[in-house]
């Protein structure tokens, strides 16, 4: 079994098992699908009552990262992540950070345009018909009279994705989509009432045109 077991100390029991744990799934000696041992295992080897390892399961169940199954071939289940579940975590850890730390704005919108700049060489270089038409829909919805506040918002955002999609590369869109859907409509929120709806619409055809 790929989980420390001689690590915990007395306090915390329950917190430290579901780490443990949670470490040997993010450092992959657990992957996905994998069976846990059962309780009366894991308290075994923790020395711990199984009271103890069911608030760890608990835990780990939480925040995603394990399942349990009944029946006879059922247990605890390491879950194999989607994409999708993953930039969802990412995003709502971003915005826990930027609302609960006090970041200042000024940092959110330094560090989104310093994502989408290191990608836009990558993008030039693989973009397909398929991402631009994507980018000038939403340009078209922009200039639209009759898109309201939250869609330009909305529009604003799917804009800049299709320039993370267009990289290609599954990590890197990941990060910068999750930045983007995490930052992008505090900024929008915040500022774009200063700013001109065709000018942002102006850039955003500039850039298509780029790439």
């Not at 029991?13 to 799934?25: F, G, P, T, W």
């Not at 657990?30 to 020395?47: C, H, K």
């Not at 639209?144 to 604003?156: G, I, L, Q």
């Not at 290609?168 to 700013?195: C, I």
Request: negative net charge; glycine residues 4%.
């Amino acid at each position: 079994m790929a989980i420390e077991f001689n690590t915990i100390q007395k306090e915390g029991l329950s917190v430290q098992i579901a780490n443990a744990i949670r470490e040997a799934i993010l450092e992959g000696r657990l992957v996905g699908e994998e069976r846990l041992p059962s309780e009366t295992e894991l308290a075994e080897r923790f020395g711990v009552s199984r009271s103890t390892v069911r608030e760890a399961l608990k835990r780990l169940a939480a925040q995603n990262l394990i399942r349990s199954e009944r029946g006879s071939s059922g247990g605890a289940f390491v879950n194999r992540m989607t994409w999708a579940e993953a930039q969802d975590n990412l995003v709502t850890t971003t915005r826990l950070l930027i609302g609960m730390n006090d970041i200042p704005l000024e940092d959110a919108i330094e560090a989104r345009f310093a994502l989408e700049t290191a990608a836009l060489p990558l993008a030039a270089a693989k973009r397909t018909q398929d991402h631009l038409e994507d980018m000038r829909r939403e340009i078209r919805r922009q200039r639209d009279p009759e898109t309201s506040d939250e869609e330009f918002c909305a529009s604003d955002v799917a804009f800049h994705t299709a320039v993370a999609s267009a990289t290609g590369n599954p990590l890197l869109t990941f990060q910068l989509s999750a930045a983007l859907e995490a930052m992008q409509p505090l900024m929008n929120m915040l500022v774009y009432r200063l700013r001109d709806r065709e000018r942002i619409a102006e850039l955003h055809e500039a850039l298509a045109d780029a790439l």
